[in-house]
């Protein structure tokens, strides 16, 4: 039997989690950082640049940082710059949360898909979110786990 912090340090593991007496709030933390990465796939999905632009400025802290293994994007017009270069790589392709989004401490670990709408992902990826105390993104670390070719 595990003791009551192993026990509940995963999202979704099974008991009630004892490390900390306000899950309550935990809770509300967690909600809030799935509703930024749920943004944050939104962001990458808004072709529209004055829209996508806006949405970037809801989501991402003024000095953010997004880093893969193709590039680093640092403050919010890179990584605007990021995105519609990848869109204009992937015409007609969206972005797809591929399962839970994993959360604590106000970070965040998913994966995601690229593809065609309804299609399986041509690419897949890992990324690590990690948001500041305003809710915003400050750091989006990306790894590449399926690419075409």
């Known amino acids: 039997m595990l003791p009551p912090y192993l026990a509940g340090n995963r999202q979704g593991a099974a008991g009630q ?9 935990r809770q509300l933390e967690e909600d809030s950082v799935h ?13 529209d ?10 989501v991402w802290a003024q000095d953010a940082s997004y880093t893969d293994p ?11 710059a990021t995105i519609a270069a990848v869109q204009e790589q992937f ?7 591929l399962g839970p989004v994993d959360s604590h401490h106000h970070q965040a670990r998913f994966t995601w ?17 990690v948001a500041g105390d305003d809710g915003r993104l400050a ?3 990306g790894f590449l786990d399926k690419v075409p070719g």
Do not use: H
């Not at 193709?70 to 403050?75: D, T, V």
């Open 17 to 25: 989690r004892t490390i900390d007496a306000t899950t309550g709030k």
């Open 70 to 80: 193709l590039g680093e994007a640092i403050g919010r017009k890179a990584i605007d």
């Open 49 to 58: 640049p004055g829209l996508r632009r806006k949405l970037i400025d809801e």
């Open 35 to 47: 509703e930024v990465i749920e943004r944050y796939i939104a962001c990458w999905n808004q072709t």
């Open 91 to 97: 015409p007609g392709f969206s972005f797809t949360l």
């Open 113 to 129: 898909g690229l593809g065609p709408d309804g299609a399986e992902p041509m690419v897949v990826g890992f990324d690590v979110a």
């Open 139 to 141: 750091t989006v670390l």
